[in-house]
């Protein structure tokens, strides 16, 4: 039973930082690589950032790139994206997802705001 959980989200002033943490199990998490996605309100859900499953290889949104950082940590089966000088529109909810099988795995995801 694949399980992922987004947290960390919260409210933020503009170029403040969050860090927020997908937690998984079900599966070997060490195995898959991960990604990053966000849906702000009326736009599609939209590629963030992507992580290998060692971790030595990253992919980012070139509207995040040089501000955010997607790591992961194999012994806790978590993958982090840490957010600095966030913008106001950061601000969506983001969400966790592993391809196993063919199959898209989601979490609930975490509401970020980005306001002053």
């Known amino acids: 039973q694949v399980q992922i959980v987004e947290s960390g989200g919260g409210l933020v002033q503009p170029g403040g930082s969050l860090r927020l943490s997908c937690s998984a199990s079900g599966f070997t998490f060490s195995n898959y690589g991960i990604s990053w996605y966000r849906q702000a309100p009326g736009k599609e859900r939209e590629l963030v950032a992507q992580i290998s499953a060692s971790g030595q290889d990253t992919n980012y949104a070139d509207s995040v790139k040089g501000r955010f950082s997607i790591s992961r940590d194999n012994v806790k089966n978590t993958v982090y994206l840490q957010m600095n000088s966030l913008e106001l529109e950061d601000t969506a909810v983001y969400y966790c997802?592993?391809?196993?099988?063919?199959?898209?795995?989601w979490g609930q995801g975490t509401q970020v705001t980005v306001s002053s």
């Open positions: 997802n592993v391809w196993r099988f063919g199959v898209p795995y």
